[in-house]
């Protein structure tokens, strides 16, 4: 006569269900894909520091909303199938503007920098407190064609017209032509003089541009030093790319004013902002909006639909009715849009009360 040991078998199965989750929960190199998923919303005001006693505020909190992202395992793929929490983007669309994953994050950290840069300078103007703006040029991020430029070259004019931040590269290549030759000035790391070489524009534009377009093969960045009184300091962590742009802006205007901007609700929302105050479009907006949804936050500021190819205001105005939230879409073009809301905010208030 046998007599089963039924706690061996019972460890046996335990131990194959955790191997088969390990497996499953583990990122597989042959697997190309990244998964996109609803992230945090975070209370934006931690991250801003100023110098002096901010103004005072209420109850009331700004939240800047992200997206997780990371690699695919075989449990997401399976969960994507049947989940709207989740998407998979194919590998080589997550690396369209970048060669690898490191750097990717360190394009994310760069595009962070810019956004406070341009969330100061977009603040500061609109609360009409003082600011010096020094525009150092464009400096040479990544090469995405072979040229005789560097990565952390900084570019400081073409053809003789000076050339300091990244939107006059992009308006005056605007005007070329494929093979097209220019001479680029610029300032390379460890060399006392300036640097002049002519280099004949090549095809950059993307698969999705559906057309040719003209320039130097390189992704830019603007550098700037930004002086502002009071002195104010925007640390996120480890919270990267320029979708918090407009978050930021709000609550750095917020704590240079007096009044309570808020008036007392929990708002959320993303956009890019740059230093005229325009606000633009960023990806993953519908994990954002189930990311606010789940903070209890009451408004949600999304990028305005304006060109024929934008589609955030479109995307999260279906997300929230797929999750049946009472959160309010709010679309804004510019921070002054984002503003003008709020302020309408607080008359609507003191005429109901």
């Known amino acids: 006569m046998v007599k089963r040991n039924n706690k061996g078998r019972v460890f046996f199965w335990i131990l194959a269900f955790l191997i088969l989750i390990g497996i499953l929960g583990t990122p597989i190199a042959g ?113 995405r064609k072979d040229n005789d430029l560097q990565v952390g070259d900084l570019i400081t004019a073409i053809d003789g017209q000076p050339i300091l931040r990244k939107e006059d590269l992009f ?38 541009e559906g057309q040719k377009r003209a320039g130097l093969g390189i992704y830019p960045l603007t550098r700037e030093k930004v002086s502002t009184t009071p002195s104010v300091k925007i640390e996120a962590g480890d919270i990267g790319g320029p979708s918090a742009g407009l978050m930021f802006t709000l609550e750095v205007y917020d704590q240079l004013t007096e009044g309570d901007l808020t008036h007392s609700m929990k708002i959320a929302g993303t956009g890019t902002m740059n230093s005229e105050g325009k606000i633009g479009q960023i990806g993953g907006i519908q994990y954002k909006v189930r990311a606010a949804d789940k903070e209890g936050a009451e408004i949600f500021f999304a990028p305005k639909d304006i060109q024929p190819t934008d589609e955030n205001e479109k995307v999260a105005i279906q997300a929230a009715k797929e999750i049946k939230t009472k959160m309010k879409i709010v679309p804004v073009a510019t921070f002054q849009e984002a503003l003008q809301y709020l302020q309408s905010q607080e008359k609507s208030s003191q005429k109901a009360s």
């Open 31 to 143: 697997l190309p894909y990244y998964v996109m998923e609803p992230g945090s919303a975070e209370d934006v005001a931690p991250f801003v520091k100023v110098d002096e006693k901010p103004a005072e505020h209420g109850e009331g909190t700004f939240y800047l909303t992200t997206v997780g992202v990371g690699k695919a395992t075989v449990l997401d793929w399976i969960w994507a199938q049947y989940s709207h929490e989740l998407e998979l983007i194919p590998e080589k669309e997550m690396f369209v503007n970048v060669r690898d994953d490191e750097e990717y994050q360190r394009q994310q950290k760069e595009n962070m920098l810019e956004s406070q840069n341009a969330a100061l300078i977009a603040a500061f103007r609109e609360a009409k407190k003082p600011m010096k703006v020094d525009y150092l040029g464009v400096e040479v991020f990544s090469i």
């Open 171 to 208: 308006a005056y290549l605007e005007k070329k032509r494929i093979g097209d030759r220019v001479k680029v000035k610029f300032q390379r790391t460890n060399t006392e003089d300036p640097i002049e070489k002519e280099i004949v524009l090549t095809d950059v534009a993307q698969p999705q």
